[in-house]
């Protein structure tokens, strides 16, 4: 008996599953590569932007005026004073004498025992532009009440009272919270029972507080010239330089050099050898090309690498002998190098050069043209192809969703078919049979 393949037992799914696949192969194959290419540039787009952004950042600190018109203060070693130079001060050299000193006023009392009752009634404090009333009463009109008092209303400003306990007793001691004559304290007291005078002070009138310290402006001179302050630290004596005066030395003169500070203009320069070195790393990494393996890196060819590695070495090229003054030299690939003590020496043979080339109008300013040219969120070449690179992968995606869906789609055609194939085959099979056995019938039939 002939039968007709192994009817009802066709592996549908497994047919359709590798009919599926064989649909799904190319085109698959065809948007994985798709994506593969462009994360590999978004990848390549990131590393650009990471290292432009370093060497934007680089320039700005280069080329800002904190670096470029750095300085420092120096003065001897048993100086009788400190000093310290912004950026922009003039270089040069400062004879200081140190005359007085700033002091701050200090008033003390008698001696009392320490808890005895002083008297009330209202102490008026003045000290500079600070007048604080204390009222005084039963309450508190031992010394330690009259001291809280005062540091209360005076809340850390102006004034501070305290208790100073000697062999004699306890005094109250009131301290001016800043120096120079303006702060000089003037305490009088008035109303309640007439004990508080005890603490009164008036230069004028005799009675009442000792003047334990003066109130006395700070005195020095520079070059032969006086000038008296409030304050041991003197801000604006000489432009741009603070001096803050330790001892006073009538008579005893000290020098004051202020001179560009080669150290963070050299630091800066580090800074920026080292971004730029990566950048064009980056570059090279993004494009290059591997002759052994013949693979070609996600931007090889592409024209925004080769115009911005172009323009990166010719702004260097126009500014090579410039460089070469402070120490820098630029090597066949292109990176640079920085020989620290040629850069000192170059700054000290002239102390210009270094604003003069790294000005916002001058290399610094035009490789900073290039990394914004690159790396401006708005309209930067970064930007843009990020913009596109984005909308391409959202493209992929939906191309991926479609594909998926078609062959949802031929997956139940192919099911449907091969369903419908496999009930025919039984009904043939089941046809066939039954002929079989009509003819085998008849053959029974003929040979009886």
Avoid: C, W
Avoid at 150 to 156: E, I, K, W
Avoid at 309 to 315: F, G, K, V, Y
Avoid at 363 to 388: F, H, I, K, S, Y
Avoid at 407 to 418: D, I, P, V
């Amino acid at each position: 008996m002939t039968t007709i393949g192994n009817v009802g037992k066709l592996d549908v799914m497994t047919m359709v599953a590798q009919l599926v696949a064989a649909d799904r192969a190319q085109p698959e194959a065809r948007i994985a590569g798709k994506e593969r290419e462009v994360n590999a540039q978004i990848s390549a787009i990131g590393t650009l932007r990471s290292a432009f952004s370093a060497l934007g950042t680089a320039i700005k600190g280069l080329s800002s005026g904190e670096n470029l018109s750095a300085r420092k203060a120096t003065v001897p070693a048993d100086a009788n004073f400190s000093a310290s130079a912004g950026s922009g001060a003039a270089t040069g050299r400062y004879q200081i004498e140190v005359i007085a000193l700033a002091s701050a006023h200090k008033l003390g009392s008698a001696a009392h025992a320490a808890d005895a009752a002083i008297g009330t009634g209202t102490l008026t404090i003045t000290t500079g532009d600070t007048t604080l009333e204390v009222v005084i009463d039963e309450s508190n009109n031992t010394l330690a009440g009259i001291r809280d008092a005062v540091n209360a209303a005076a809340g850390g400003k102006g004034v501070s009272a305290t208790i100073v306990t000697g062999d004699d007793g306890a005094h109250l001691v009131f301290n001016a919270l800043g120096t120079g004559s303006a702060g000089a304290l003037r305490i009088a007291a008035s109303g309640g029972d007439g004990g508080l005078s005890a603490f009164a002070f008036d230069p004028d009138v005799p009675g009442g507080l000792a003047e334990l310290a003066a109130a006395s402006d700070a005195r020095v001179k520079v070059d032969g010239i006086e000038r008296s302050s409030p304050s041991n630290t003197v801000a604006d004596l000489i432009d741009k330089v603070s001096i803050t005066l330790t001892k006073a030395e009538p008579g005893t003169v000290r020098e004051l050099r202020v001179e560009g500070d080669t150290g963070a203009q050299r630091s800066a320069v580090k800074a920026f050898v080292s971004a730029y070195n990566a950048a064009l790393g980056a570059l090279g990494q993004v494009s290059s090309y591997n002759a052994a393996n013949k693979t070609a890196a996600a931007l090889n060819g592409d024209a925004m690498v080769r115009n911005t590695t172009r323009d990166l070495r010719n702004i260097l090229g126009d500014g090579v002998m410039d460089l070469k003054a402070l120490g820098i030299a630029i090597a066949k690939d292109g990176t640079l190098s920085l020989d620290e003590a040629a850069f000192d020496k170059g700054l000290a043979d002239d102390p210009g050069a270094a604003a003069r080339l790294f000005g916002a109008d001058g290399m610094a300013g035009r490789l900073d043209a290039v990394v914004q040219r690159l790396v401006d969120p708005d309209e930067g070449l970064l930007a843009g192809r990020t913009a596109n690179l984005n909308a391409r992968t959202k493209a992929l995606a939906a191309q991926r969703s479609q594909l998926d869906f078609r062959m949802s789609q031929a997956e139940a055609r192919y099911r449907a078919q091969f369903t419908a194939l496999d009930v025919l085959l039984t009904s043939l099979q089941t046809s066939s049979d039954y002929l079989s056995q009509q003819i085998a019938a008849l053959n029974n039939n003929k040979t009886t």
